[in-house]
């Protein structure tokens, strides 16, 4: 039996065909590299190598490979990007710039000498040369994500300070270029015109996308649209980059910095983004790289075998030097030092492109890049890669293994977070999934419950199906951003009662629900059954009024009453205000009295020192008022207030839903009844009261006292209580 000739088939061309082979590898890669114990990403890359030109010569790298591996490069950069954090960055930017400039002067430095003097390399070869050293590709990045660090001080100081060591390097490749070609230019002409277009392009993109963001991300919600327009803004921004004389890669992360804002990393939009390029384009652009690289090159010659040892040795050698030598600088633990020289030794995409365009350019001897040192750089992408990869991934186990031995916060501890959102109507479904996300510890990764209640009369049936619908939309949202979610529809004959019941036995911390919508001029501010639960729950309560897409607001201003720190739920909601500032990337602004602000300034200050968070004194509840010319409509306005009876409650509270009403009619809201001390709900005593009304007489007395009296002195009688 003869064993039938294949190789007239290969390499395959049938696009198709391409497809599924690539798919396979995607598919397979990780599995086997489970069982090896190995990185997936050194799966990918020796993939490549095995089905391309230099292996079983299965697959040739055509155009694909090209388009979609520069789009996976693309997104690793972009990626990088909107996971930067603003306040990090502005804190640390000593840190940034110091280590930006180690892991760039050292590789720079040395690889200049290794030129000249052992590989004996002409000066512009070894400028190249040093070009290539001291730029460094986020290959590893993806492993960062898997491990959910990515704002940690160690991945965010190596993203950081790879795109300072990248632009240098640019830029010196750039002027090489630009000098070797036009010999007779004045240098200084060449900088000028190169610095401006850069700097025409950076601040264009900064002042127009935020702007143009905004405006889109508020007029539409269709989540196909929200991500075409994003990947958009990705290309847009790379290619301008090209034009100007950079690389691509970083337009791209100029994209990623400035969605930052837009994004939240918890939001299905940022679910959706992380998959699509995790799923295709990363994997592509990783065989893709495989695919260039050709082992049997050392064992051509000795000479090979010396360059390769030389430019492997001293690439990783400087990078390390430069990761420990910062993190000895800003004491840093050993893990985090791990974790810097991982994410800045790998050479990928930039070594590849300034290789490729040192290849153009002419010396006298021949061209700046010639064979030997094209195999050299080749064979140096590989080692880094494989070395990145495994650092990376034993500092984020190491990392993870550490926070893990060290006890948690007495908050988090005691934390017995489940949300439980009753949704009543479809247009709020989606609003109240996104901002109780938002809120929640993503850490404990706990899910929420989603409820609708229906009145059982004659309609019940036909409101049921309705009620089915919202909660199959609100799980739809909580899906698309990985987030667990139990839904329940339930009949009862007192919608109060029906949440209040499923509160108790889904043991829920805390509720999320909608601000009763009017539908006449008689129609109360809470409706017939927000009050019931706010008197009949003594746990936390948020009552949400969103006017607008969560990401594109600007501000959090948040009215804190007197004596609320003595509320056992005081630090809860300052905990929860605190996330969802971080995620939307917003300030927050507090105000109230000193005494208040400086205990949530602790709180912040020690968990969550990456909020930006301001302090206004406001030295009575009456003050709200003045919040009227500082509260916009891209704003969210937040209300802390109390239920009667307890340590800060105060009877300015009951005026409250006509000052929201005529003040803050256009903003986003959000009151929060806090956790507040008081008898278990169910329990009846004398004591308790049977029933409560929405409005008390008194304040009923007062309305109709002003109705007569006329505006002109409304304000003589308004009723005024300090904090």
């Known amino acids: 039996m003869t064993i039938p000739n294949i190789s007239h088939y290969l390499p395959i061309t049938d696009p198709t065909q391409i497809f599924f082979v690539v798919l396979c590898i995607i598919l397979l890669a990780p599995i086997v590299c489970s069982r090896l114990r190995i990185p997936h990403i050194i799966g990918m890359v020796l993939a490549g190598i095995l089905v391309g030109k230099h292996g079983l010569n299965i697959l040739e790298r055509d155009a694909s490979f090209e388009m979609f591996g520069k789009v996976g490069l693309l997104y690793i950069m972009f990626l990088a990007g909107l996971e930067m ?19 760039f002067t050292i ?23 040093a070009c290539i050293f001291s730029s460094n590709t986020l290959i590893a990045y993806p492993i960062v994500c898997k491990y959910g660090l990515q704002k940690h ?32 230019e004045n240098g200084i002409s060449f900088w000028m015109f190169f610095l401006a277009k850069m700097m025409a392009f950076c601040g264009g993109a900064v002042w127009l996308l935020p702007r143009i963001t905004r405006w889109f991300f508020k007029h539409y ?19 301008i980059s090209e034009i100007c004389g950079l690389e691509g890669i970083f337009g791209a992360f100029l994209a990623g910095l400035i969605l930052n804002r ?67 600088c800003f004491k840093m633990p050993w893990n985090s030092a791990h974790m810097m020289f991982g994410l800045t030794e790998a050479h990928a995409a930039g070594g590849i492109a300034m290789t490729m365009v040192g ?85 404990l990764n706990r899910g929420m419950v989603a409820i609708n209640v229906v009145y059982d009369n004659i309609d019940s049936e036909k409101n049921r199906n309705e009620g089915q ?61 927000t009050q019931g639960l706010i008197n009949d729950i003594n746990r936390q309560i948020f009552i949400c009024r969103i006017l607008r897409p969560l990401n594109t607001i600007r501000k959090i201003q948040v009215a804190v009453p007197s004596r609320v720190e003595y509320e056992t739920g005081f630090y809860r909601w300052v905990e929860r205000l605190a996330r969802l500032s971080e995620n939307l990337g917003c300030r927050i602004v507090f105000h109230g009295r000193e005494v208040t602000t400086n205990l949530i300034s602790q709180y912040i200050t020690a968990f969550h020192p990456e909020v930006r968070a301001e302090y206004v004194l406001m030295e009575h509840w009456k003050e709200i008022m003045s919040l009227t010319h500082q509260v916009g409509d891209d704003h969210l306005l937040v209300v802390i207030t109390a239920r009667s009876g307890t340590v800060s409650y105060k009877p300015a509270f009951e005026n409250l839903p006509r000052e929201l009403t005529t003040y803050f009619p256009s903003c986003s809201l959000l009151i929060i009844y806090p956790d507040q001390n ?23 007395l007062l309305n109709w006292i002003r109705e007569i009296k006329g505006p002109k002195t409304d304000k003589k009688n308004k009723v005024t209580n300090d904090l």
Not at 305 to 322: I, L, N, P, Q, R
Not at 678 to 691: E, I, S, Y
């Open 85 to 103: 954090n603003f306040m990090d960055l502005k804190k640390k930017r000593f840190k940034f710039i110091l280590f930006g400039l180690l892991t």
């Open 107 to 129: 590789p720079f430095i040395c690889a200049y000498f290794v030129g000249t003097e052992l590989l004996d390399y002409s000066p512009l070869a070894s400028l190249v040369l």
């Open 153 to 184: 001080p160690s991945v965010s100081l190596s993203v950081g300070s790879s795109m300072i060591a990248l632009t240098l390097s640019l830029l010196i490749m750039a002027a090489v270029v630009g000098m070797s070609t036009h010999p007779g």
């Open 221 to 239: 919600a269709d989540s196909v649209m929200l991500y075409i327009y994003v990947i958009s803004v990705l290309f847009l921004c790379a290619a």
């Open 262 to 328: 837009f994004i939240p990393s918890i939001s299905p939009l940022m679910n959706r983004i992380e998959f699509i390029g995790n799923a295709i384009f990363i994997p592509y652009f990783l065989i893709g790289v495989g695919m260039l690289i050709n082992i049997t090159i050392l064992f051509h010659s000795l000479g090979t075998v010396w360059v390769v040892f030389c430019m492997f040795f001293f690439g990783t050698v400087t990078k390390a030097s430069a990761a420990y030598i910062s993190a000895f």
């Open 359 to 443: 290849m153009t350019l002419k010396t006298d001897n021949g061209f700046a890049v010639d064979d030997s040192m094209l195999n050299g750089v080749v064979m140096m992408i590989l080692l880094t890669c494989i070395i990145s990869s495994l650092v990376v991934q034993n500092a984020a186990q190491s990392i993870l293994l550490k926070e893990k031995m060290h006890p948690t916060t007495p908050e988090q501890e005691a934390d017995d977070e489940k949300m439980m959102l009753p949704v009543q109507h479809p247009d709020d479904a989606e609003r109240l999934v996104n901002i109780a996300m938002l809120m929640r510890n993503k850490k």
């Open 469 to 529: 619908r919202i909660l199959q939309n609100a799980l739809k949202t909580a899906m698309a951003a990985d987030v667990l979610m139990q839904t329940q529809s339930r009949l009862a004959t007192n919608i109060a009662n029906g949440i209040k019941h499923a509160f108790k036995e889904y043991d829920a911390s805390e509720i999320v629900m909608g601000l009763h919508r009017k539908t006449d001029a008689n129609d109360s501010f809470w409706g017939a059954y």
């Open 678 to 700: 008081g008898q278990p709900q169910d329990v009846m005593t004398f004591t308790a009261p049977q029933r409560i009304e929405n409005e008390s007489a008194y304040a009923t």
